[in-house]
């Protein structure tokens, strides 16, 4: 894929961020909805926000390369949160660092008074080697899970970080006007190993506790366009183990034991039927999968046990719990109809992340004004995220970045986790424009509330 070459003079680096977003809101398809399409009207901050963008954007395409090159591994990302804090130092802000390990929170107090807001973005990379050719491609190799594996930004956590490095710029050198303080959680961890919980337990959202939080996700759809929704958003993730206990015995004798394998296999496709057939999937979807299966080292010896493991999401937690109940239920009675046992584990799963109704309904307009227009309301996702930790006291809003080149079809596009991901980086400047936006629309609606009481 092409990318613009590095390095690259400010002012033509700017009008190829300008212009990819120009292109992105001609091409976005835009879905009516019964939340209208208002837009939020301009104001003294974000014509303060606009003027400062033409500065700040370069630097936030170079912080993006720099950490794409350099990607870290969830609670590793030393380099990365070195790099933020002394960003954020050099702005003024209050630095609080480590927080939940690797995680770092800067505090920006405005000249005015008014409430608290946070600004989320995720920091670590994948056990993934890139695939993808640009200058800035990552060739970093560790050790994960005691194998050597590359290490890339595949699921664009790199993007999120610069953008909201930029967000903390442009909302520094507007301190003055600012009526509130605006808290920025650069967050370890995200892909699965707890995060955004460790944040919180180190006391992330405290002192001062914002009243709300807001955080984006970069996503394969068209370059500059925001999806968003009202409520579930992102299914809630969880994992299960099931260890089939059979009878070992020779290949050329199966009558001579229990063969797990077998037993297994008809598990599996007994899963199946939970949501196609025993869930009512008008109500909400959901998805059960086995994604590995271990048992046997030979081929002709029937084992003595094999494990299976699996993810199911869901968007409820009483429709999570019932097909807890199933999943243990078809596995032990398939089991034992077979002569084996099955001893199932089940984990209690994460959050669903929820936006919050009246908060997206409030905020809407400004997404529409950072992206010109170009905002889709989508169907949630079975995807997962930590993000909802942050929004379990305090209301939220999550939505999705488009960063599919203009050129390039959405729907056939690698997508995040694929070694292959690619993000444009034209979708930058829509990233920092929509999460200053909320920033400082949400502190001047609240601190107007305020002084009409």
């Not at 942050?390 to 809003?397: A, D, E, N």
Request: net charge positive.
């Amino acid at each position: 894929m092409t990318v613009p070459s590095i390095p690259q003079p400010r002012q033509v680096l700017m009008r190829s961020i300008l212009s990819a977003t120009a292109a992105a809101v001609t091409a976005a398809s835009l879905v009516a909805t019964s939340l209208g399409a208002q837009t939020a009207p301009e104001t003294a901050l974000s014509k303060m926000i606009e003027s400062r963008l033409p500065e700040v954007m370069p630097k936030v395409v170079t912080w993006r390369r720099d950490i794409h090159q350099h990607p870290e591994l969830s609670f590793e990302e030393k380099r990365t949160s070195a790099m933020v804090a002394e960003h954020l130092r050099k702005l003024g802000l209050e630095v609080q660092a480590p927080v939940g390990r690797t995680g770092v929170v800067g505090i920006l107090r405005g000249g005015k008074p008014g409430p608290v807001v946070a600004l989320r973005a995720d920091m670590d990379g994948l056990p993934v080697t890139e695939l993808v050719d640009v200058p800035f491609k990552s060739t970093v190799r560790t050790q994960w899970q005691g194998q050597e594996v590359g290490v890339m930004h595949a699921c664009g956590h790199d993007n999120h970080v610069a953008i909201l490095m930029g967000a903390a710029e442009v909302l520094a050198g507007m301190k003055a006007q600012i009526p509130g303080t605006i808290k920025f959680l650069f967050q370890p961890a995200e892909e699965g190993l707890g995060g955004a919980q460790a944040m919180v337990n180190d006391g992330a959202l405290l002192n001062p506790v914002p009243e709300a939080v807001f955080g984006l996700h970069v996503w394969p759809n068209t370059v500059g366009q925001i999806a968003v929704r009202q409520g579930p958003i992102m299914a809630a993730a969880g994992n299960f183990k099931i260890i089939v206990k059979g009878k070992q015995t020779h290949g050329s004798q199966p009558w001579s034991g229990v063969d797990p394998i077998v037993v297994s296999s008809q598990i599996v496709l007994g899963l199946q039927t939970i949501a196609s057939r025993q869930v009512n999937v008008a109500y909400l979807p959901s998805v059960l999968t086995v994604g590995q299966i271990t048992g046997g080292n030979r081929s002709n010896i029937i084992p003595d046990s094999v494990v299976m493991v699996g993810t199911l999401r869901t968007f409820d937690d009483n429709m999570r719990a019932d097909i807890a109940m199933r999943i243990k239920r078809t596995a032990e009675d398939i089991a034992r109809s077979g002569g084996a046992t099955a001893i199932v584990e089940i984990d209690k799963g994460g959050l669903v992340t929820k936006n919050d109704t009246s908060l997206t309904d409030r905020m809407l307009p400004t997404l529409r004004r950072a992206a010109a227009g170009a905002v889709a309301i989508v169907n949630p996702v079975m995807g997962s995220e930590d993000f909802p930790v942050f929004t379990q006291k305090i209301p939220g809003i999550f939505f999705f970045l488009g960063v599919t080149p203009k050129d390039k079809d959405p729907n056939t596009v690698p997508v995040n986790h694929s070694p292959l991901f690619f993000a444009d980086e034209g979708a930058l400047i829509t990233g920092v424009r929509s999460m200053t936006g909320l920033a400082v629309d949400y502190l001047s609606m609240s601190a107007r509330k305020t002084s009409a009481k």
